[in-house]
């Protein structure tokens, strides 16, 4: 079936570190590939995606690629600040109905 | 532009009672959905509409039920609550569910805790 594996949390980085959250999934058609984040008592919001293989999505500094050969789409941000403390969402859609299908998400948290 | 807009925004909420959350957007979309966010689960789907006057179950959808009469508002009912529904609701609008590459836009959140 339909799944998404993300690195488990939480995350602990010192500002100016470099980040990598690690994104798997599993995926019937050519799903298109979501990142979100949710900072502290917020609702959730778009933060990069990518449509089709090798398309890198950007936004904010963080990038993520879309391996289609790896079934991957790992996150990363070379210079993290305080503000990026957040929970993290990977995101497929895929099957006909094209919903997304959600990781359990990984908190970063980024100490000055 | 408000995006889209949740109420309430925290209830506690006695078990067997009847509640409504509701969600309204205000960006002419025509997809909506209903999440639940719990510790240790992530983002569930509850029940979705790709288009006004159709809905459609997700993956929880026991003890909820939706209407979608138009296309700005869809309201989450919960017709007996139990415990068990105590979390933290989202409510979510994309422009279409069927291209596959739409963002989602959320609302702030309606946190329930059922008694």
């Known amino acids: 079936g339909n799944s998404v594996t993300q690195m488990e949390g939480p995350v602990t980085l010192s500002e100016e570190a470099f980040l990598t959250i690690n994104c798997t999934y599993t995926?019937?058609?050519?799903?298109?590939l979501f990142w979100y984040v949710q900072y502290p008592g917020e609702g959730l919001q778009l933060l990069l995606k990518a449509t089709k293989a090798d398309d890198k999505g950007s936004n904010k500094g963080f990038e993520a690629t879309y391996r289609k050969e790896t079934t991957s789409f790992h996150l990363e941000k070379g210079s993290v600040q305080v503000s990026d403390s957040a929970v993290y969402f990977c995101a497929p859609n895929a099957g006909n109905n094209r919903k997304l299908i959600w990781g359990l998400g990984t908190s970063l948290a980024v100490n000055p | 532009i408000a995006g889209i807009t949740q109420a309430p925004t925290s209830q506690i909420l006695a078990a067997g009672r009847r509640m409504t959350l509701r969600c309204t957007q205000d960006m002419r979309h025509n997809a909506m959905y209903w999440y639940r966010q719990d510790l240790g689960l992530g983002l569930r789907l509850i029940h979705y509409s790709n288009t006004a006057g159709t809905t459609g179950k997700g993956e929880v959808p026991d003890g909820y039920s939706v209407s979608r009469a138009n296309t700005d508002d869809f309201p989450l009912t919960l017709a007996s609550a139990v415990p068990s529904q105590t979390s933290v609701y989202f409510c979510?609008?994309?422009?279409?569910?069927?291209?596959?590459?739409?963002?989602?836009?959320f609302g702030p959140g309606t946190r329930l805790t059922v008694l």
């Open positions: 979510a609008s994309s422009e279409s569910s069927g291209r596959g590459t739409d963002t989602q836009y």
């Open positions: 995926a019937t058609g050519y799903p298109s």
